[in-house]
């Protein structure tokens, strides 16, 4: 048994000291558990609410004693420490109370997105070697015929399953480089990668954000709980003893209804979603006063829409920069610095960031190269795939470890870092260099515009060549005449050779493009 030093020299059992210790007092070790924040929470504030998705609610005391039913029932079933606990659900208490209860009984929890195939489903379950998989009915009428290399547990008839309200788990040691989850990233073809978190990486997540209030927090989420989006502001939330309210599906004026009901301060959403909500035309109607802290990630997020945001939501806005396998982060505080909102921010304290060309060296300072990035929050590997942790990986001259973003960047002369595309996005027409995202930002501009997205695609002549899709609004010019306009505002190399009209452009759930489907679409003739 491991022993733990305190006052005066004697020595307890390090279990038991942990047990004593306040969630203040955790919060201001070298690490702990999330698990142990929550039991700390449920003795300082045993009647506060945890979490809610609006149709049921739990206080800290009942979570920790759910969690507690959880993690028996799993060591009942067999289930041991560091193995796997998959969970296909949508957004709710249930789901969440699952992905906490893995993390007691020392598993790791793994999420996994309902929007993927049942094949890809049932082969990211074998992938992550899971004995035990929970699903909501709707995701178990999906998968129906189809074979679960698992065993199945119904979130609808969870109680049934518990462990009695009085059981106790069996102590489980956990070493910060324990897995915490694993996280499957967004393909659209073949067996998504795991990426395998640590409980060192969270515990950055959670002791890093002190200044950003989440002890008083009201957090709305509404982004579902297998995106590292969901997770940086849900664990830091239930971290710090705040509340959690979950959106089940997300609808940008029921997400203002909850916002005014439960008085929400704090919020992640991905620039889809804003953009969503600030185009209600009644949106100034919501009473959002309570707003102290909102975020974005994960996808572009235009200047005009964060200069948007800045003027009629309340609160403070704070663009985050990064990627799930970690590498580095960058923070925009907008609120701070509404002359970079064209920019993703600085990187954050204890975050390096470098640019490299195609040989792997660091470009010169002001040009523009391949994102690497280092920080105390990165992933250990992608679950099972050697060769692919490899190639993510890109060592310094200093042999310091840097994970490769996938983007296309540079500095600006006050180091703001300023995203030019991802690197796999880049066309390379005639010889030339062209970034998608400079093109959509001219194609954005034209008034009978909504959405739009670039990609490239073969061409004989070229190479690659620009192909752009745009959702159109009502009483629009035809494609014809916006594609004239658009290419007589770009340079002579960018020019757009096609323009397609879509009834809206297909997104993942935290809102990313799938450019790829629109390829595999155009392939097929659909937009011909």
Known sequence: MRFSKIAYGIRIPLRLAVAAM??????????????????????????????????????YAALDTALDRIAAALQRE????????????????????????????????????????????????ADCGAPIVF???????????????????????????????DAKPLPVQIAPTDGFNIIYSSGTTGVPKGIVQSHAMRWQHLSRNAAAGFDTAVTLIATPLYSNTTLVSFLPTLGWGGTVVLLPKFDARHYLELAQQYRATHTMLVPVQYQRIMALPDFDT??????????????????????DVLARWPGLLVEYYGMTEGGASCALNASAHPDKLHTVGQPLPGHEIRLIDDDGNEVAPGDTGEIVGRSPAMMTAYHGREAATRDAEWYSPEGERFIRHGDVGRFDADGFLILMDRKKDLIISGGYNIYPSDLEA?????????????????????GETPVAFYVSRAGASDAATILTATNAKLGKTQRLSALHVADELPR?????????????????????
């Open 78 to 125: 067999g289930v041991a420490a560091r193995q796997a606990v998959a969970i296909v659900a949508y957004p709710s208490t249930a789901q969440a109370l699952i992905y906490l209860g893995a993390l007691r009984a020392g598993c790791v929890s793994a999420p996994i997105q309902p929007s993927a195939t049942p094949e890809q489903i049932a082969a990211m379950i």
């Open 286 to 307: 919501f009473d959002l006063s309570a707003f102290r802290f909102k975020t974005c990630t994960s996808a572009p997020f235009k200047a005009e829409l964060k200069a």
């Open 508 to 528: 993942s759930a935290i809102g990313k493009v799938l450019k790829r489907e629109l390829r595999d679409r155009l392939a097929a003739g659909e937009f011909a």
């Open 22 to 59: 306040t969630a203040a007092e955790l919060l201001a070790t070298d690490f702990a558990t999330l698990s142990d924040l929550i039991r700390a929470h449920a003795a300082d504030r045993p009647d506060k609410l945890a979490i809610t998705d609006g149709a049921s609610e739990v206080s």
């Open 442 to 462: 001219v194609l954005a501009q034209h008034p009978d515009v909504a959405d739009c997205t670039v990609i490239g695609v073969p061409s004989e002549a070229w």
């Open 135 to 165: 699903l909501d009915a709707a995701n178990a009428e999906a998968l129906e015929g189809q074979t679960i290399p698992a065993r199945v547990v119904m979130l609808e008839a969870l109680e049934q399953w518990l462990a009695t309200d």
